[in-house]
């Protein structure tokens, strides 16, 4: 059976982007994040991260280091009683033209794969318009959160798309 599924971006969505966070002493929620996935998981809803990593490609950080950090945020998350379903990553640069980096679909597709995720009833929610691109080339639903980047991103929004100022007000839209 298909399952509904909120595809978030890490960085600047769910904890504050640390640009290339290679640190896992670096990895902080938003306070809302933790009551904010709660809601959405007791609403039957997949969650996973799906995230650009060019810091790789770049060479900044590597894939070890990645690990530690999505480990990091599995940890501060499950402290607070909540579970993801997975992560995906793409590590590659613009210029490597792969199929994975956001906003061409490689990574959301990947996880439909493995989870049978119904993208019609799905979300894709994220602080910059590659993120909301990504969900609406693939015909999911989008929110614009406004933390991380998401300010600057706001007048690039196609119409109808709607944005909103926190975690906790995507939870409310996703789950009402």
């Keep these: 059976m298909k399952r509904s599924c909120v595809f978030f971006d890490r960085d600047g969505t769910l904890m504050e982007d640390r640009n290339y966070l290679s640190d896992p ?6 306070n809302d994040t933790i ?3 709660k809601k959405i998981a007791e609403a039957g809803f997949l969650m996973i991260i799906v995230s650009n990593q060019s810091g790789i490609g ?6 070890v280091e990645l690990s530690k950090v999505n480990k990091r ?3 501060l998350l499950a402290e607070g009683g909540v579970k993801l379903d997975a992560f995906y990553c793409c590590p590659h640069i613009d210029e490597d033209c792969c199929d994975c980096r956001k906003p061409k ?5 990947k996880a439909c794969e493995d989870f049978d995720i119904d993208l019609k ?3 894709v929610v994220g602080d910059k318009i590659r993120d909301i691109m990504t969900g609406l080339n693939l015909g999911t639903k989008a929110i614009l959160v406004t933390t991380g ?3 600057h ?3 690039k929004l196609p119409e109808g798309v709607p944005f909103v100022n926190s975690l906790a007000e995507v939870a409310n839209m996703i789950c009402k």
């Design 25 to 30: 002493d670096g990895v902080v929620l938003f």
């Design 121 to 123: 009833s799905s979300y």
């Design 149 to 151: 980047y998401g300010t």
């Design 35 to 37: 009551p904010s996935l």
């Design 58 to 63: 770049r060479g900044y950080f590597t894939e």
């Design 153 to 155: 991103e706001v007048e």
């Design 105 to 109: 679909s490689g990574l959301i597709l």
């Design 73 to 75: 945020l599995e940890d």
